[in-house]
């Protein structure tokens, strides 16, 4: 849409797009790739889930530095999704965005998606002096820079008329991006610490987080931000790799028709994800899995995972069609994903703001996770409704099962019957 507050009675395009009018496992006349709405909508639940849990499971919670763990998956598989979607928004508005009249929109959406983020550090605007604190980085804002790279990248050398455009769009975008977060990350002499240490207090991310953006405007004031500068740089393969993958869908649109070529794609992304993921364990010894540094072996780890979730919905979805599954749950429990797939942004930046306002009101409480007799509504209802009776890392995860399941699908259901569909 135009305008982030803007509601949008018409068919939705969002991110996602119409392929013609055979796409993917969908009815003629929808036109949606469903596959990503599904994706989309997991992805968004997963991370309400992952981002609010007060004691989580070890698998359920990001390491400090070095490691994998669920979690760390989710946020990469968001900028796959975003880069996928770039090719199939790109031909569905073929003839009708084009020239200058494209470049603004792209420039547009750029800007208010890292404004939104910026909006998700400040509320609820609680501090006096928020300039001087307020958080820089974000998850949006990374959204926001890797659309607009990627998006530049593709108007510029899809065509493949143009081979030497087209092989730098194949081939040199991820690799000068590799080379240049291993000259910046290895090459860059730290103060007081020297060449290529990746701790905390010495890594270039370090470094350049804290000159870039200073102390005070990165997150919790740390020397470094997980969504920092060098970071955003390998960030831009992942999404990258999405949207490889949505040119192939894009180039093969009318074979994707036929179901023995659906089969013959899912075993295609299957080989290349396994393949990322095998070199990213053999690599990790030289190059440790990191997701506060991005690290290439994070990116192959990651970048794989998404491509295996996206061929494991286009097996569910598209082939096997559990949407209609005999079995209601089943089809229920996809049927939520694509309704929750089809509001993203809203769902999440809705999450981030009533989380915030959750943490906010102080309440009177000395039991768990309290501080001189006081506590926030959040972690009251945590530990009244469920930690007092429940196991720790158990009644975090159905807490936040509650709190994404009961808060934000309703909602998402409610704005699917009103087609309200926020779209930038």
């Known amino acids: 849409m135009d305008n982030p507050a803007s509601l949008d009675r018409k068919d939705p395009q969002q991110t996602s797009v119409e392929i013609n009018q055979e796409t993917i496992g969908q009815p003629k006349k929808s036109g949606r790739l469903v596959s990503l709405d599904v994706c989309r909508g997991f992805t968004i639940i997963f991370m309400i889930m992952v981002n609010y849990q007060p004691e989580p499971f070890p698998i359920m919670e990001h390491p400090e530095w070095f490691g994998f763990t669920l979690a760390d998956a989710i946020f990469p598989n968001f900028v796959f999704i975003m880069g996928l979607a770039i090719p199939l928004a790109m031909a569905a508005n073929r003839g009708k965005l084009e020239g200058k009249r494209l470049w603004i929109k792209v420039v547009k959406r750029f800007v208010l998606i890292f404004l939104i983020g910026l909006w998700v550090n400040l509320f609820p605007f609680s501090s006096p002096d928020f300039p001087r604190v307020l958080r820089i980085p974000g998850v949006l804002q990374r959204l926001a820079i890797c659309y607009l790279v990627l998006t530049a990248l593709y108007i ?85 790799i999405g949207m490889m993958v949505g040119i192939d869908v894009v180039k093969h649109r009318t074979e994707f028709s ?14 290349i994800a396994l393949i990322g993921i095998v070199l990213a364990i053999f690599i990790h010894t030289g190059i440790p899995i990191s997701k506060p540094l991005w690290t290439p072996t994070f990116v192959l780890l990651t970048g794989g995972i998404s491509i295996l ?4 919905f286009i097996f569910l979805i598209d082939i ?28 999440y930046v809705l999450s981030e703001n009533l989380a915030s306002i959750f943490f906010s009101i ?3 409480y000395s039991g768990h996770g309290s501080r001189n007799g006081m506590s926030n509504l959040y972690n009251v209802i945590y530990s009244v409704v469920f930690a007092s009776w429940l196991p720790a890392h158990l009644a975090s995860l159905i807490w936040s099962l509650v709190w ?17 569909y926020v779209k930038l």
């Open 156 to 240: 510029t050398c899809h065509q493949e008329k143009n081979r030497y455009q087209y092989l730098y769009l194949r081939y040199g975008f991820p690799l000068s991006a590799l080379l240049l977060w291993l000259a910046l990350t290895y090459g860059v002499n730290v103060p007081g610490c020297g060449h290529g240490i990746l701790t905390i207090e010495c890594s270039a991310e370090s470094y350049f987080d804290t000159n870039i953006f200073g102390l005070s405007h990165t997150y919790q004031q740390l020397p470094f931000d997980p969504e920092g500068s060098l970071s955003t740089i390998t960030s831009c393969i992942n999404c990258w």
């Open 258 to 271: 036929e179901k023995s070529f659906r089969y013959k794609r899912v075993c295609h992304y299957t080989m």
């Open 309 to 312: 979730l996206l061929a494991i």
């Open 320 to 347: 096997k069609n559990l949407l209609q599954s005999p079995i209601r749950p089943i089809a229920h429990l996809f049927n939520m994903f694509v309704v929750v797939g089809k509001n993203p942004l809203f769902l």
């Open 362 to 364: 102080p309440v009177p």
């Open 404 to 420: 994404a399941l009961l808060v934000y699908v309703p909602i998402a259901y409610l704005m699917d019957y009103k087609k309200w």
